[in-house]
């Protein structure tokens, strides 16, 4: 694990260990920063600290942020969800609302409504952009494929973190190649060939090609 805190800039904190005690320590001894959230900018970077991690580990991103960039100006949205899609990485996003009069995003992770049968592949890039001002934690989940939980209280930050831990632990690793993908964001589907009512598949709902990709999560 590593650990990262960010406003306007970005610090690595800890750098990737195995032992428990400085990301405790860290944690602990956390400062408030200031008014800025560069999200964006903390996404590439993150995702470039994964990759730089031996192959073979899987790579999950806990993102918990507000829901508004304030201050990303070293990398575009799509330069973010490239560099998630080149590291394999998993992405998770707990977001909390800035502001007491902005109503709560009671967003629950299922991105299922923005790809429905029939969806142009471009439109939620599109869609995407136009949400930033909104919400560019949740875009960034929705365009990586991942997952996007929103919390109010401490009691249900801690039961999404539960929620995530044991998703964590339960999920399994399938890779497939695609033939000849054209580089940018593609929508994926995975299914049960014998599905049950007691079974539930959650997966990405999509998955980012660079120019060279051959055999991807």
Not at 60 to 74: A, M, P
Not at 140 to 165: I, N
Request: hydrophobic residues 40%; glycine residues 6%; neutral net charge.
């Amino acid at each position: 694990m590593a650990l990262i805190e960010f406003d306007k800039r970005i610090n690595l904190v800890c750098a990737f260990t195995e032992d428990q005690l400085p990301i405790t320590d860290a944690l602990e001894k956390l400062e408030p920063g200031d008014k800025g959230a560069a999200i964006i900018d903390v996404v590439r970077f993150a995702a470039n600290l994964l990759n730089k991690e031996p192959d073979g580990r899987r790579r999950l991103l806990l993102l918990v942020s507000e829901t508004r960039d304030h201050g990303s100006h070293l990398s575009s949205i799509d330069d973010a969800v490239s560099a998630v899609g080149a590291s394999n990485t998993t992405v998770h996003v707990l977001a909390f609302s800035p502001s007491l009069s902005q109503v709560l995003d009671n967003a629950r992770g299922s991105n299922s409504d923005e790809w429905d049968k029939g969806t142009d592949l471009l439109a939620p890039l599109l869609m995407a952009r136009q949400s930033m001002r909104k919400n560019i934690a949740k875009t960034v989940a929705q365009m990586t494929g991942g997952d996007y939980e929103s919390f109010a209280s401490r009691g249900g930050f801690e039961g999404q973190l539960v929620d995530l831990t044991n998703h964590m632990h339960s999920r399994y690793l399938l890779t497939f190649e695609p033939r000849r993908p054209r580089p940018g964001l593609h929508r994926i589907r995975v299914r049960l060939r014998e599905p049950r009512d007691s079974m539930k598949v959650a997966s990405r709902t999509a998955y980012w090609a660079g120019e060279n990709s051959s055999e991807l999560p």
